[in-house]
Each structure stands twice: as C-alpha cells, then as structure tokens.
C-alpha cells in the first residue's frame, strides 16, 4: 500500500456535489469519491464499506428525505483525508427520528423488504451522527479499521 | 450489472454479474420476478460474480423469496464471495436465505 497521502489541494479537503433526486445519478457520484480513496491508498475493504454508506445515505436522501421529487436536491459532501474519510449527505426533506427505526436484523423484521440502509451505514463506518432533524448525516471511516464497524450478534434476539 | 437466467436441472439459475447497486435493482427485479411469472418454484441466485450488493437489491431479493416460498417453492444463494457473505452476516438475511458454497449444491439443497 502507498504511504498515506494529506489531500493538499484543499486546506479543508471538502468536496461537494448537488445531485438531483435520481437514483441513477449515484453511481457516478460514488465513482468519484471511491477513486478519490483509491489516490490515497485506500484499500478495497474500506473502498467497499464507503461505497455501501455512501449508496445508503443516498438512497435514504431521495427516497425517504426528498420522496422522490426530482426538484429537491441532494447534497454530497466528502473529504479523504490521510487517516480518514468523511462523508456528508443532506436532503430537503423534514427530517426523521433515527433511533424510531426498527431494527431490521431482529427475527420478525428480516422478511422485511426495506428498512436496512441505516443499520449497514452503521456496521460498515466508524460514525455514524445525525443532525437534530435527521435531515444530514455525517459519517466517518478511519483508515485501516475493520470493515465492519460492530458484529450484530448483541443485538440478536 | 448483468442478470440473466439459465436453466440447471429442474432450478432456474439467476446469475448476478457486478454491481447490484441501486441503480441495478431494476433490473434485478425484471429478471427474477420474470422468472416467477414463468412460473419458477425453484431458483438459485449465483452471486459467485457479484461484488456489491445495496440494500435495494437486497429487498429484491426477499420479495422474491417471499413469492416463491408462498407457492411452496424455494430461493437459494450460491457461493456469495467473502464481502457480501460477510453483509449477509451483518444482515442476518444469512438466518433468512439458504446459503450453499456453489450453484449445484444450491439445486440439491445439500
């Protein structure tokens, strides 16, 4: 693996993209941050979790924030930093309560077709924090942390 | 991403090559909902070429599940390379789906 690298071309090393509500306009959004990670080093593992939490975040944003108005906008903020790699996602929706979502890996709600962005934003990043309205998320992978931020099995039952 | 279907034995084998990103899952869920139209009861998903796989898709996958196991049939995964074993795992969809090692013991259920 390549020495860590400090992103200097920005003294705060934010990038941000405004995407309109399309599900297609994703990937070529994560591309770019994924090869962003790939510059510095970054290695598949941590490439796969981001790209997961990042995809998530996205989808929560459109689908759930915006409910799919192509009008509203989508917010994508990141930096890849030597040790870390941050990623903000803001929609215009109303925002939501995080902690009122049901847990998706619990026995009843696994036939559940949805419900499942937020807990693998959770597993596959170290930080997960949501604004007051829970209409911006703010994630944190550090470099060289497990692909997995925590196991399940506590939460079994 | 590319899915398509190919016959194995008595199963309909749905291969999953790529990306099963948001974007993807349409797709996804022509193919293996087609599959079902055509009146498959006995599917296995080969996700041996499959390197990412997104929450959507995943919810494909359980609707799928849920409408062959309602006519009695099954769904099962094949050979899931170690990163969406490993999401399999975090899901606990391991405790929902059969997971075989490759497509023929999938088919056989053994």
Same mark, same amino acid.
């Given at each position: 693996?390549?020495?860590?690298?400090?992103?200097?071309?920005?003294?705060?090393?934010?990038?941000?993209?405004?995407?309109?509500?399309?599900?297609?306009?994703?990937?070529?959004?994560?591309?770019?941050? +994924?090869?962003?990670?790939?510059?510095?080093?970054?290695?598949?593992?941590?490439?796969?979790?981001?790209? +997961?939490? &990042?995809?998530?975040?996205? &989808?929560?944003?459109?689908?759930?924030?915006?409910?799919?108005?192509?009008?509203?906008?989508?917010? +994508?903020?990141?930096?890849?930093?030597?040790?870390?790699?941050?990623?903000?996602?803001?929609?215009?929706?109303?925002?939501? /309560?995080?902690?009122?979502?049901p847990d998706p890996t619990v026995d009843?709600n696994l036939?559940?077709?949805?419900g499942r962005? &937020?807990m693998?934003?959770?597993s596959?990043?170290?930080?997960?924090?949501?604004?007051?309205?829970?209409?911006?998320?703010?994630?944190?992978?550090?470099?060289?942390?497990?692909?997995?931020?925590?196991?399940p099995e506590g939460r079994r039952r | 991403?590319?899915?398509?279907?190919? /016959?194995?034995?008595?199963?309909?084998?749905?291969?999953?090559?790529?990306?099963?990103?948001?974007?993807?899952?349409?797709?996804?869920?022509?193919?293996?909902?087609?599959?079902?139209?055509?009146?498959?009861? /006995? &599917?296995?998903?080969?996700?041996?070429?499959?390197?990412?796989?997104?929450?959507?898709? +995943?919810?494909?996958?359980?609707?799928?599940?849920?409408?062959?196991?309602?006519?009695?049939?099954?769904?099962?995964?094949?050979?899931? /390379?170690?990163?969406?074993?490993?999401?399999?795992q975090t899901t606990r969809l391991?405790h929902?789906?059969?997971?075989?090692?490759?497509?023929?013991? @999938? @088919?056989?259920?053994?």
């Open positions: 693996m390549p020495e860590p690298t400090a992103d200097i071309r920005d003294p705060t090393g934010w990038s941000e993209e405004v995407l309109p509500t399309r599900l297609s306009a994703i990937r070529e959004s994560e591309r770019r941050v +994924l090869s962003r990670l790939a510059e510095l080093g970054y290695g598949e593992d941590c490439r796969f979790a981001v790209r +997961l939490a &990042i995809e998530e975040a996205l &989808i929560n944003a459109m689908k759930h924030g915006n409910r799919m108005e192509e009008s509203r906008k989508v917010r +994508l903020a990141y930096r890849v930093l030597a040790d870390r790699v941050e990623i903000r996602v803001a929609d215009e929706g109303a925002g939501f /309560q995080p902690a009122c979502i009843e036939q559940r077709p949805c962005g &937020i693998l934003m959770r596959y990043m170290d930080e997960v924090t949501y604004s007051a309205n829970g209409a911006e998320v703010h994630m944190v992978k550090y470099r060289g942390s497990p692909v997995r931020g925590f196991p | 991403m590319k899915a398509y279907v190919r /016959q194995e034995g008595s199963c309909q084998v749905v291969v999953v090559e790529g990306s099963a990103d948001v974007a993807a899952s349409a797709r996804l869920r022509e193919v293996l909902l087609g599959a079902l139209d055509a009146g498959a009861t /006995q &599917i296995v998903c080969d996700l041996s070429k499959t390197d990412f796989i997104s929450s959507d898709a +995943l919810g494909v996958l359980i609707t799928a599940y849920l409408k062959v196991h309602g006519r009695g049939g099954f769904l099962r995964l094949a050979n899931p /390379q170690p990163r969406l074993r490993e999401l399999l391991d929902l789906f059969d997971v075989y090692p490759d497509v023929a013991s @999938a @088919a056989e259920g053994a």
